[in-house]
């Protein structure tokens, strides 16, 4: 089996965990955390920080997973780990539905229980959370994060980076702009500009992101 580094040590890192070995495919060598307490993560061996990056190249180990749910961070660690020579390898749970006519990015992270229907487009880095559904020719860019529960009905549009929150719904032809935020169980009925947070039933915006 191919050998496989996870950065981060945290709470999704344990799904990721899970799911890569569910999967078969990889041998998880070890994670890395910046936070130096750690020393195990569900049986998996605590590596260091990413200083010790370069020295797993050195040794080989070039596939990797971003295990971190903050968008912004996932998407450095992922470039800076593309930059360095790594190949991102996605997660998909043999409990998820992925449709043979959907297209899956690098990196991307697909949790059970969730649909990526016919026709969608994952791109690279991006996490289809737990029970979370993506229909027909949905588009997903690059560092998004459907949440748990989260419902995209057909031709939906998510920009880069955007959040969906647990339990979201969005109805059909919905474009949700780049890096904004949609709150837990809010129902979107209108196209959502980049960097904003909406929240509602209807969503309704409650603020700029920075
Ligand atoms: O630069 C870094 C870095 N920055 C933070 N490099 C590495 N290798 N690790 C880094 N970290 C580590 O990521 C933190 O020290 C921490 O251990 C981990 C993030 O863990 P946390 O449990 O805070 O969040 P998470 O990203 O694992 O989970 C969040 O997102 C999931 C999708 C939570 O909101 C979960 O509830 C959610 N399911």
């Not at 495919?25 to 910046?34: A, C, L, M, S």
């Not at 920080?49 to 996932?74: H, Q, S, W």
């Amino acid at each position: 089996m191919e050998k496989i580094i996870i950065i981060g040590g945290g709470g999704h890192a344990k799904v990721v965990i899970d799911i890569l070995q569910s999967m078969e495919t990889y041998d998880i060598v070890g994670f890395t955390d910046n936070d130096d307490q750690h020393l195990s993560l569900c049986g998996i061996p605590y590596l260091g920080n990413d200083a010790i990056l370069p020295a797993l190249l050195e040794k080989g180990i070039t596939k990797f997973c971003v295990a971190i749910g903050d968008n912004r961070l996932r998407k450095k660690l992922f470039h800076n780990l593309v930059t360095s020579g790594f190949k991102p390898a996605s997660a998909i749970s043999p409990f998820a539905y992925v449709s043979h006519h959907a297209k899956i990015g690098r990196g991307v992270v697909i949790l059970p229980g969730a649909v990526v229907n016919s026709c969608a487009t994952i791109e690279d880095n991006v996490i289809i959370n737990t029970l979370s559904g993506v229909d027909h020719d949905c588009i997903i860019y690059s560092h998004a994060h459907i949440a748990p529960g989260a419902s995209l009905t057909g031709n939906v549009t998510v920009g880069e980076g955007a959040f969906l929150g647990a339990g979201s719904k969005v109805i059909p032809g919905i474009e949700v702009g780049e890096w904004s935020i949609i709150g837990a169980g809010s129902v979107v009925l209108s196209n959502v500009p980049p960097n904003v947070t909406v929240v509602g039933v209807p969503a309704n915006k409650i603020a700029n992101r920075g």
